[in-house]
């Protein structure tokens, strides 16, 4: 099981192909009291070519805590820390849920570093009461009582099969309580939705139609990102990684593609040939009520 020492902690990683021919790595980031296993199955359906790094951040699943409060900032600070100890000189991010506010903080700090982001399923700032009230519930309940039934909620949440929930739930519950709740707040008390505008790297929003929550946060997502396009897999809930990883994958791949040889995609031909792939597979472009048709 391999691990990286960086200050005060050791993080648990996971390196996917690192040889000739592979793509621009991912870094992929998981929101609070869960693990990096939350990308396997994406990971899976991914080609053979995508360089996928997963990594748990601090007091989650094998990572250990370190001794500092656990900041976005600081989230941030390790995964540039996790390139630098990789020998890794850039990398794109990805992200689920609430994994987008370390993301989205990762870009704006290290821009040089991390050239553009997926977003799955997140959002840049949760202003609705019932997310708000399910992270509030977390964090009250990691203070009050023991971690066992956050890690069984969230897994149970995520999982898209009951073996996908044991993983989950497995790796879940060995975190550190503490560090769940001071992820939690950090990303509920977030300013970064405020910055979005200096944000210039390329970002691929990605959500589920069925996800009406989710569907606005991207639609958000969209407006305040100069650099951004929007995707929506119909018919989809929020739980796209678990759930829907053969059309995310393929989203995340072709939307690969266009960063790493922007030639594909010149002309407005070239263009509608990919969307037109991209319908194929059940994918529309834009938010429900504003989707592109042609």
Same mark, same amino acid.
């Given at each position: ?25 991912? $870094? ?9 296993? !939350? ?10 070519? #995508?360089?996928? &790094? ?49 993301? $989205? ?6 821009? *040089? ?15 609705? &009461? =019932? ?26 949440? *995520? ?8 993983? $989950? ?26 910055? $979005? ?15 009406? #929550? ?10 305040? !990102?100069?650099?951004? %396009?929007?995707?929506? &897999? ?11 990883? =053969? #059309? ?21 031909? %070239?263009?509608?040939? !990919? ?9 529309? %472009? ?9």
């Amino acid at each position: 099981m391999p691990f990286l020492n960086i200050g005060d902690t050791a993080l648990h990683y996971h390196q996917d192909g690192s040889g000739l021919g592979k793509q621009m790595p991912i $870094l992929c980031v998981h929101p609070p009291c869960l693990t990096s296993r !939350l990308f396997t199955a994406v990971q899976e359906k991914l080609t053979a070519s #995508t360089n996928l &790094i997963r990594f748990d951040i601090r007091g989650h699943g094998y990572s250990e805590a370190g001794s500092g409060r656990l900041t976005l900032a600081l989230i941030a600070e390790d995964m540039r820390r996790l390139l630098d100890g990789l020998g890794v000189k850039q990398a794109y991010v990805c992200s689920y849920g609430a994994g987008s506010f370390p993301a $989205l903080e990762a870009m704006l700090a290290y821009p *040089e570093r991390f050239l553009g982001g997926v977003i799955v399923s997140g959002a840049s700032a949760y202003t609705d &009461i =019932v997310t708000r009230s399910k992270l509030q519930a977390a964090f009250v309940s990691s203070i009050l009582g023991p971690k066992g039934p956050i890690a069984f909620k969230a897994a149970w949440s *995520e999982a898209g099969s009951k073996s996908s929930f044991e993983e $989950l739930h497995t790796e879940a519950k060995l975190g550190d309580s503490a560090k769940w709740r001071e992820y939690t707040s950090a990303c509920l008390d977030s300013s970064v939705q405020k910055r $979005l505008p200096q944000l210039k790297q390329p970002v691929l929003v990605l959500y589920g139609t069925a996800d009406k #929550t989710g569907q606005n946060y991207a639609a958000d997502l969209k407006r305040r !990102l100069p650099n951004s %396009e929007l995707y929506g &897999i119909i018919g989809a809930g929020r739980q796209l990684l678990t759930k829907e990883p =053969v #059309t995310t994958a393929f989203v995340m791949t072709q939307w690969l593609a266009k960063q790493e040889h922007p030639e594909i995609a010149d002309t407005f031909e %070239e263009r509608e040939a !990919l969307l037109d792939e991209l319908i194929s597979k059940g994918v529309q %472009e834009g938010a429900a009520n504003t989707a592109n048709h042609h």
